[in-house]
């Protein structure tokens, strides 16, 4: 089943929303690339009301290649969700998908996110008020509940597809373990086995290709969405399709074409090597030399001297198990804001 309402999605491979990371040209790089469907990050239902410029950047996209386009919004509130939605209709959203998974206090604290799961009847609420006032398919992306004690998926889930939810995805982790633990695969096969006929997207921890493969056949879920396994390596759909990864010329034209889009895409070029930092770090994972890169280009302000050094690292750069070793983990949780 690779049907999301009235969309055949040619893949069950989807790139999961990530704050600071699932913008326009990088969902566009994950589309070419072979992702079935990209998210939008979390976009704010009371910006796109008072049409926050900020929060309108957000709803940019490539309507050539994005496609079906699923604009993901969070918010507590039923009259102003709908409202964001039809906004983000009219700016081209083809798919709404609520958040109900985000664990962040200043998102819950409002009763959106992961709060919603404190209240399946009004996460509820909210699917039938968007889907009525827009005619769109609407998802939802839940957690498996707010703690260890409330692990009520299947409740929330049997509330969102009474209302009509077109698919649900679930990382399985509750609200308190923002991202510590394991995600609990058993859940997923859980709830694709009490929803078989229902598309069900399974997430977390999926770090290989294999792994991806093995969450489908072991949970029986319809589709896998992939976080962090892609940063810095949205090659990671050409693998799933059955290409190559990246050749070291490949992966420094991949990050030059994502730097260039980049810049044009926050149009301030100070700003947009600021915050291209945290991508480069991601591309230079597990590269001989990337700890000496990395503070290379944090010190670097100009996208001409980004381009330079990405020229001289990528060109040549080669994975290295030791230097895998000695790396920090990458701090991804900076993104979140
Ligand atoms: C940097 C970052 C930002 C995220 N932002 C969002 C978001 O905006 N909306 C959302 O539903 N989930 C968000 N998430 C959660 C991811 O979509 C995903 O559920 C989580 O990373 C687990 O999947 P993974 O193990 O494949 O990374 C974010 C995760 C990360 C790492």
């Not at 983000?88 to 664990?103: R, V």
């Not at 509750?174 to 997923?188: E, H, L």
């Not at 980049?262 to 597990?286: E, P």
């Amino acid at each position: 089943m690779l049907q999301i309402g009235p969309y055949t999605l040619p893949n069950p491979f989807i790139l999961a929303p990530m704050a600071g990371v699932s913008e326009e040209p990088f969902r566009v790089i994950a589309f070419r690339l072979g992702a079935a469907l990209c998210p939008t990050e979390l976009v704010s239902s009371q910006g796109l009301m008072r049409a926050n410029q900020r929060t309108l950047k957000y709803l940019r996209f490539d309507p050539e290649v994005e496609r079906p386009y699923s604009l993901q919004i969070f918010g507590g509130e039923p009259e102003a969700m709908a409202r964001a939605a039809v906004i983000g209709k009219q700016y081209g959203a083809q798919i709404i998908d609520i958040n109900m998974g985000c664990p962040v206090k200043k998102v819950t604290k409002n009763g959106a996110g992961s709060a919603l799961l404190c209240e399946p009847a009004r996460a509820a609420e909210l699917v039938r008020r968007i889907h009525a006032a827009t005619g769109l398919p609407v998802t939802c992306k839940i957690r498996s509940g707010w703690d260890e004690h409330n692990r009520n998926y299947l409740q929330v889930a049997g509330e969102l597809f009474g209302a009509g939810c077109a698919a649900l995805a679930i990382h399985p982790r509750t609200q308190a373990q923002g991202y510590s633990g394991k995600a609990d695969w058993d859940v997923i096969a859980d709830l694709k086995r009490h929803f078989p006929d229902r598309p069900i997207i399974g997430n977390g921890d999926v770090k290989t290709p294999a792994d991806a493969r093995r969450m489908r056949e072991s949970t029986g879920c319809d589709f896998v969405m992939i976080g962090r396994a892609a940063l810095g390596n949205p090659w990671i759909f050409r693998e799933l399709a059955g290409g190559e990864p990246p050749t070291p010329e490949e992966r420094c034209e991949g990050v030059l074409a994502h730097f260039r889009a980049h810049v044009a895409f926050v149009g301030d070029a100070l700003g947009a090597v600021r915050s291209f930092r945290r991508h480069m770090a991601w591309y230079a994972h597990g590269l001989r030399g990337a700890a000496a890169f990395r503070a290379e280009v944090n010190a670097l302000d100009t996208p001409e001297e980004v381009e330079a050094a990405v020229r001289r690292f990528f060109a040549s750069a080669h994975f290295d198990a030791t230097a895998l070793e000695e790396e920090q983990d990458v701090d991804y949780r900076a993104a979140l804001g």
